[in-house]
């Protein structure tokens, strides 16, 4: 099984390695009318969370929203912000790392994910999305839990409750249209929770960018799925099957390319957005503390 | 949708740095029936997959053309695939890499794909560059152009980027100063927005969503406009740099090599203005390639006016236009609404392609490019 999981990939790095004068890839059809409403869908999503963000950050309406169950959250001044640099003592390497996952992508990831969205219908798609989402529940219900984070460690249970049963395996996502929303949390958010800083920049081989403690985060998810092994999906042949549908899947569902920005920044660009990324889902998490203030100079994330 | 990506015989040799950017990308959407091909051409720095080009592709496209979008000369990949300089931002130069580039895309566009009639068009400086390529063709003959669209075209690029200097400048200051402060005011009202959502996800959705309360003042706007084309700025400065050997944010004894840290490089570029490029870098080359140029004749041959009679008597080249575009002043305007008469649109609002795609704009597009337009109403 691994021996032609092998040979399939070296095929696939081979004919990723363009040398014909032209190389076409066909793109899923243009379906206008379909994508008007997937676009009037989250527009207004988009209109509703710009109203959101607008009211909520008024000082007056958060002290209203939080109702007196929590404290209002301590504003983050200007003068907290990180430096502009970023911390990655592990650049060659990380550098090295973003090549590698650029040219896998290109050769490998990005056709399978593309011929998926291409061939497999968008209801099964949807189907094999949920289930995926759903399987990630368990993960979110223990570590809720583990943040002291107990109203979400119940919604979480309930939607894998819910979707399991009612959705037939996690095949449909009915907890939502109970308005109970998708929101995952993993061992990487538990040590943030925890008080962990995010650490040294880090890209992971084919996972991408990330940071030390998130790198350690995965690798705790990973084992916990491993041990619980639920429904035996987690050890065995079938895992490896498991394994590549879920990262088709997950490449299906992220619109980036490696280098479409054309520019040789792009390292730099994406290390300097994910870091803040993290900085600032770390303000959310401790929501009441003001942020510590950041030295002179010290890079972002140390 | 059909992504092509071409190897150009013409191109250059690639600094490593530049490894990812040696094929041309362009997208095509073929019609299954004969149509007409509209080719649009992408605004300054910006690739042929924009989301500016899809509001135009899903217009054009329903409008019964085929449509193959292709990057700006000054985009990174266009630079190193298809210049045959290296050094962007010539509009004559630009013009004939790009004509030479969409030649070699017509030629492999797939072989039931039938033409009836081709016609070109793009924004902002694709505007520009849509025109030229249209005069270049009246001469070569090569791809039979029929119209020309310009939509929010610049008439002098100098005069553009001198306005982009001098709007960066105000709303940013000079240095790296300004932009750590617009970057830890952006950061402190993000964050505060974000921990007042309660989300347990900064996600592209909060993002969107919440730039227009994290973007408040006009100042704000004006700062985040300026910062986007010296990001753009950087790629074509630090490609022309190592193309023309200029050396002067890189050594040319000594090129950056794939691996290496680009961290100073991008510092020190972004305190680097359009006007610093035109004098350390565009100029100093096309002095040396163009017999008996002078600085003076390099700005004028970046104006408009260059194909002043084509615009003016050939009835083919159209205009869409906002009265309080930026990149326009009154005078540039002005001789806009002069040159092409009547085939000229412009809306009171709508800035600098803010009404890209509104009804009004879309449909008066349309009526352009099939030879409807009556001239504004």
């Not at chain 1, 949807?126 to 995926?132: A, D, E, M, R």
Request: include cysteine; glycine fraction near 8%; proline fraction near 6%.
């Amino acid at each position: 099984m691994r021996l032609r999981i092998g040979c399939a990939a070296a095929v696939l790095v081979l004919a990723g390695c363009a040398t014909r004068e032209v190389e076409l890839h066909r793109w899923p059809a243009e379906t206008p009318a379909a994508n008007n409403k997937a676009d009037i869908a989250k527009m207004q999503g988009l209109q509703a969370t710009a109203a959101a963000a607008a009211t909520l950050a008024t000082p007056q309406a958060t002290e209203q929203a939080q109702s007196g169950t929590e404290p209002p959250p301590a504003p983050v001044k200007p003068d907290d912000a990180p430096s502009l640099k970023t911390y990655d003592p592990w650049a060659r390497l990380n550098r090295f790392t973003y090549r590698f996952n650029a040219r896998f992508d290109e050769a490998i990831f990005l056709p399978v994910a593309t011929g998926y969205r291409r061939f497999v219908p968008t209801p099964l798609r949807g189907g094999v999305h949920s289930f995926f989402a759903n399987l990630t529940e368990v993960d979110s219900v223990i570590n809720y839990t583990l943040q002291g984070r107990l109203h979400r460690t119940v919604r979480s249970f309930g939607r894998f409750v819910i979707n399991t049963t009612l959705g037939i395996g996690g095949l449909f996502d009915i907890a939502a249209r109970f308005n109970i929303p998708y929101e995952p949390t993993g061992f990487g958010t538990t040590l943030a929770k925890w008080g962990m800083h995010p650490g040294p920049y880090l890209v992971i081989p084919l996972l991408g960018p990330s940071t030390f403690r998130e790198g350690v985060g995965y690798g705790v998810d990973y084992a916990t799925d491993y041990f619980i092994n639920l429904a035996d999906l987690y050890r065995g042949d079938q895992s490896w099957g498991l394994g590549v549908a879920n990262a088709v899947d997950q490449r299906a569902n992220v619109d980036f390319r490696y280098y479409s920005t054309g520019s040789p920044f792009e390292y730099e660009t994406i290390r300097f957005l994910y870091m803040r990324k993290q900085l600032i889902e770390d303000a959310g998490l401790h929501r009441s503390k003001p942020v510590p203030k950041p030295k002179p100079d010290e890079p972002a994330g140390k | 949708m059909l992504e092509m990506d071409l190897a150009l015989p013409w191109r250059r040799p690639v600094p490593q740095i530049f490894w990812f950017d040696k094929r041309l990308r362009v997208w095509f959407s073929a019609q299954k029936r004969p149509a007409p091909l509209a080719i649009v051409i992408s605004g300054t720095g910006s690739d042929a997959n924009t989301a500016k080009l899809s509001v135009l592709r899903a217009i054009l496209y329903g409008a019964g053309y085929h449509v193959l979008t292709v990057p700006s000369p000054t985009f990174p990949g266009f630079i190193v695939a298809a210049s045959s300089t290296g050094v962007a931002g010539d509009l004559l130069q630009d013009g004939q890499d790009l004509y030479a580039a969409i030649g070699e895309i017509v030629a492999h566009l797939p072989r039931k794909v039938r033409v009836t009639d081709v016609d070109v068009l793009g924004y902002s400086l694709g505007g520009a560059n849509a025109a030229i390529v249209k005069s270049i063709d009246a001469t070569e003959h090569k791809l039979h152009i029929h119209r020309a669209v310009m939509i929010n075209p610049p008439v002098s690029l100098f005069s553009t980027i001198g306005r982009l200097d001098k709007l960066y400048a105000v709303s940013l200051g000079n240095g790296d100063a300004g932009i750590e402060r617009f970057y830890q005011q952006l950061y402190a009202q993000l964050a505060n927005a974000y921990r007042a959502s309660g989300r347990v996800e900064l996600d592209e959705d909060f993002l969107l969503g919440a730039a227009a309360a994290v973007l408040k003042t006009d100042k704000q706007f004006s700062a985040a406009i300026a910062l986007s084309f010296r990001i753009a700025l950087s790629n074509v400065f630090l490609a022309g740099d190592l193309y023309s050997g200029a050396g002067v944010v890189t050594d040319p004894a000594h090129p950056p090599k794939v691996g290496d840290s680009l961290e100073e490089t991008a510092q020190s570029l972004r305190s680097k203005t359009f006007a610093e490029y035109f004098t350390r870098v565009f100029a100093p080359y096309y002095l040396k390639r163009l017999p008996n140029a002078t600085v003076d004749s390099l700005i004028a041959r970046n104006r408009l006016e260059v194909i002043g009679d084509q615009l003016r008597t050939d009835p083919d080249y159209y205009c869409l236009t906002n009265s309080d575009d930026l990149i326009l002043d009154r005078a540039e305007l002005g001789w806009l609404e002069k040159t092409l008469a009547t085939r000229i649109a412009v809306y009171d609002h709508g800035g600098h392609l803010g009404n890209l795609g509104d009804r009004q704009q879309a449909a008066d597009m349309l009526a352009m490019l099939d030879g409807r337009w009556q001239g504004s109403r």
